[in-house]
């Protein structure tokens, strides 16, 4: 059982990105007393809320909501409903859709189910391949399946080993997850352009894979751990329970510490990465953006004064996401301009580029 006090710090960030106003979120968790079932819990509010939604005819919002009901992850009978009914309403809001759908590649392990966009035999595009990180079901990522279209792209969405559908465990062999995909969908998209936004603990996974495999062309990612938040163990006694328990409800409580990248792994990362880094961060430290900084040719690092995940700066880093993809594939035209001039209209921190260097 969580401690609802940390449910109601760590769920922020996920709200916002769900495009939830602190307003809303707070007239749901002042009604949460507990982390059992039925009215007053947790699981209770937040899926009686996601059910009005599902009455009055938007099933995309009940899917979010669902997804907030089942954080941080399946724990027992009220997060497994929760997460049943997520995927239920996200299927029927996608089934008006064209193009939009699901796929079920049967990898080693198990079928992994992901969604996607814009597969096409006939008219294979550049892929898009989105990972969230320990907390983030795949169905939270819908609207990133229509702004994919918009870029020229198709898009796959999966869920990191061990989060919402996903069989597979976390464990040192996870970064294989995203070759598999890639091979899974290579007769319908141009894997061999593959961009990826990854977000933190996805992130890692994906700069591992970066290392190996050369369809990937760029990453995107926030809050990443890279080295230091497997290794040290003053850092790890100082991150939320919330995070601690969740990472031993995936790995089955294995010793993570052969996770941490070494630098010639991050040497081998030969691509643009982009990093979003929270300066107040109190999950991923900050030496590792600063070790990617030292390892990699192409970094840029954008710096907001912000907890884990950047919760108030939710739409700049969104919009600086999308845009770090379309100057990774040298896009042009109205779309990338005016990404940028709504990134800068909101302002940053700190935004820092360093190509074409290694240390």
């Known amino acids: 059982m969580n401690d609802v006090g940390e449910l109601k710090r760590h769920i922020v960030v996920h709200g916002r990105s769900q495009g939830l106003t602190a307003r809303r979120m707070a007239l749901v968790l002042d009604r949460v007393h507990h982390d059992g079932d039925g009215p007053g819990s947790w699981v209770g509010e937040w899926s009686a809320v996601a059910a009005a939604h599902d009455r009055a005819g938007r099933p995309l919002d009940a899917s979010r909501l669902y997804a907030l009901a089942r954080f941080p992850y399946v724990d027992g009978p009220a997060r497994a409903r929760a997460q049943e009914r997520c995927v239920d309403a996200f299927d029927r809001w996608a ?44 169905e939270q990522w819908a609207p990133i399946l229509a702004q994919a279209t918009r870029m020229g792209m198709a898009a796959l969405v999966a869920e990191l080993p061990g989060v919402g559908q996903n069989p597979l465990r976390y464990d040192a062999d996870s970064w294989r997850l995203l070759p598999a995909l890639l091979d899974a969908v290579k007769d319908r998209a141009d894997v061999s352009a593959t961009h990826a936004i990854a977000l933190s603990f996805g992130g890692h996974l994906a700069l591992r894979a970066a290392a190996e495999d050369p ?23 100082g991150v939320p329970r919330i995070t601690t328990d969740t ?88 779309q990338p301009a005016l990404l940028a001039a709504a990134v800068a209209l909101l302002g940053a921190t700190s935004a820092v580029r360093r190509p074409n260097r290694r240390w």
């Open 95 to 138: 089934a008006d859709r064209p193009g939009v759908g699901r796929i079920t590649p049967d990898l080693p392990g198990g079928p992994v189910p992901c969604l996607v966009s814009g597969l096409s035999t006939t008219d294979p595009k550049p892929l898009l391949l989105v990972l969230g990180g320990i907390v983030s079901v795949k």
């Open 215 to 237: 369809r990937l062309r760029g990453v995107v990612t926030a809050g990443a751990p890279v080295s230091r938040f497997f290794t040290d163990p003053v850092w790890r006694a």
């Open 247 to 334: 990472l031993d409800h995936l790995s089955g409580g294995a010793d993570l510490t052969g996770l941490a990248l070494t630098r010639e792994q991050l040497r081998a990362v030969r691509i643009p990465v982009a990093y979003a880094v929270s300066a107040r961060d109190g999950i991923i430290p900050r030496a590792e953006s600063e070790l990617l900084r030292a390892c990699l040719d192409d970094v840029t690092t954008l710096v907001t004064d912000d907890v884990h995940g950047s919760p108030d700066h939710a739409t700049r880093t969104r919009l600086w996401t999308v845009l770090s993809v379309q100057r990774m594939r040298g896009a042009t035209g109205p």
